[in-house]
Nanobody, 122 residues
Framework: VQLQASGGGLVQAGGSLTLSCAAS????????IAWFRQAPGKEREFVSA????????DYADSVKGRFSISRDNVKNTVYLRLNSLKPEDTAAYYC????????????????WGQGTQVTVSS
């Protein structure tokens, strides 16, 4: 199983980015996918999750209304649109797959991508 996260970069506060998580080696539509992030010196935290067919989504309070998650089960890819970015959104963003459904705990996820760095300048 491979999860390949991409799309990170350097952006000014108020800007936008779209992250992608491309999956291979698994039956993609059978997995809920989540994004987590980890800033230097901080614990990894839940950002957003989407159900197997995209009918349900969940967001951390800190990103609700600014970030949007979606998936394309034909392309085996999940997207995270980051709008109205703030310096506190600066972190490495990781995607993860969970065979048993959406969850906010990182311990629930079986497979992880390598992370993509998002840096927001003030």
């Amino acid at each position: 199983v491979q999860l390949q996260a991409s799309g990170g970069g350097l952006v000014q506060a108020g800007g936008s980015l779209t992250l992608s998580c491309a999956a291979s080696g698994l039956t993609f539509s059978m997995y809920a996918i989540a994004w987590f992030r980890q800033a230097p010196g901080k614990e990894r935290e839940f950002v957003s999750a989407i159900s197997r067919v995209g009918g349900s989504t969940d967001y951390a309070d800190s990103v609700k209304g600014r970030f949007s998650i979606s998936r394309d089960n034909v392309k085996n890819t999940v997207y995270l649109r980051l709008n109205s970015l703030k310096p506190e959104d600066t972190a490495a963003y990781y995607c993860a797959a969970n065979r048993w459904g959406m969850a906010t705990s990182s311990a629930s996820y079986d497979h992880w991508g390598q992370g993509t760095q998002v840096t927001v300048s003030s």
